[in-house]
């Protein structure tokens, strides 16, 4: 199946950008929501890199969800196994997917960056990552590649745009998202509607609500229907408490605030502050919430 993606869904934008940032001393950080294309971006170009005459031997490729790799979640084993492997005469190309599953990865990170002759990449799927120690550590060390779903250019490229009218295309795109491996199954509703399901359930779970130590996920998915629901209009935090309480929940303004701020690190929803113009500033309230 990964050979099928491939030969389909080449993100050209997002691999030429990986290919321009090629042995630069600065750590290249790819986030994205769950299911973007990540992995599959990294696979390309380790494609690309062995095209240009890399060996095997200078290519070290780590997914941290994936069994094999469990006893690599503690930093001090990642560190040590990517360390072993290292090549001292020539690059040594080091890609770690998921790296948000590594608790202090950002220590085995460091640590790697000043070894010699190591070009690093390392994927996650929460915003999360990049605050806290890891944004101390590497300040003005690495290079963020914010990675999205399809673009509709792209979702033509995916599904050979020419079967379809341009808008019943575009219709499909709407109504069934953008996420790369969507045009690869049936074309039935509940079957997609299934697939989609189970990202928004993974990302709810793993990203927000366990990362974040959210413990009423009933209210989490309240917030999350308020929003999808007030796409594009001017929403205040306070706005949702108000809604929320109204309906006999209790919840404070902070506890709203927290919620939302972890929807946006899973990159669930994106948020489009207001902007000042004649001040030129931006504006802390009433800002707008994009899926």
């Known amino acids: 199946m990964k050979t099928q993606e491939r030969s389909l869904v080449q993100r050209k934008e997002y691999l030429h950008e990986l290919i321009s940032w090629r042995e630069k001393h600065l750590i290249k950080v790819i986030t994205g929501v769950r299911r973007c294309g990540k992995s599959t971006l990294l696979d390309l170009y380790i494609d690309y890199l062995k095209q240009q005459g890399v060996q095997d031997r200078q290519i070290i490729s780590i997914n941290l969800e994936k069994i094999e790799y469990e006893d690599l979640l503690d930093y001090h084993a990642l560190y040590r196994h990517i360390k072993n492997l290292l090549q001292s005469d020539i690059y ?36 999360y990552m990049l605050s806290g120690e890891l944004a101390t550590l590497l300040s003005g060390r690495y290079v963020e590649i914010q990675m999205l779903p399809l673009s509709f250019s792209e979702y033509l490229d995916f599904t050979h745009a020419g079967k379809d009218t341009p808008m019943t295309s575009f219709t499909r795109y709407l109504a069934y998202g953008s996420f790369p491996y969507v045009p690869m199954l049936s074309q039935q509703d509940s079957v997609i509607r299934t697939y989609i399901e189970g990202i928004y359930t993974t990302i709810l779970i793993k990203d927000v609500a366990k990362r974040k130590a959210i413990t009423d996920v009933a209210l989490l998915e309240r917030i999350i229907k308020f929003l999808g629901s007030s796409i594009g209009s001017p929403i205040s935090t306070k706005k949702i408490c108000d809604t929320i309480i109204s309906s006999g929940r209790k919840i404070s ?32 309230t009433l800002g707008k919430y994009y899926i």
């Open 92 to 127: 040594t190309y080091v890609f770690i997917d998921e790296i948000q599953q590594c608790k202090g990865f950002e220590k085995a990170v460091d640590s790697l960056f000043i070894k010699d002759n190591v070009d690093l990449y390392i994927t996650g799927s929460n915003a």
């Open 253 to 284: 303004v902070n506890t709203v605030d927290t919620y939302l701020q972890a929807l946006l690190d899973s990159y669930i929803f994106y948020k489009v502050d207001r902007y000042d113009i004649k001040g030129r500033n931006f504006l802390k």
